[in-house]
């Protein structure tokens, strides 16, 4: 089942542009999903073993602080 999705002019040629020799549309727009998700994939664990997820949340409790203060 085929289904379309309209766009506008600027994001037609976007894609257009990443879009390979004899690939179609749907080819792009699903090589694209499946990129994403496997860089999304790759991130995942990077802070593993790593003290980076408490400083994260520190500095961002410090940033909503700050933004409450002025």
Not at 23 to 38: A, G, H
Not at 51 to 67: I, L, N, Q, T, Y
């Amino acid at each position: 089942m085929s289904k379309s999705i309209r766009v506008d002019d600027d994001t037609h040629a976007a894609l257009a542009a990443l879009k390979r020799d004899e690939e179609t549309f749907d080819e792009l727009l699903s090589r694209l999903v499946r990129e994403r998700r496997e860089s999304v994939r790759d991130g995942a664990g990077l802070w593993a073993d790593s003290d980076a997820p408490e400083k994260a949340k520190a500095k961002r409790a410090e940033m909503k602080d700050d933004v409450g203060v002025r």
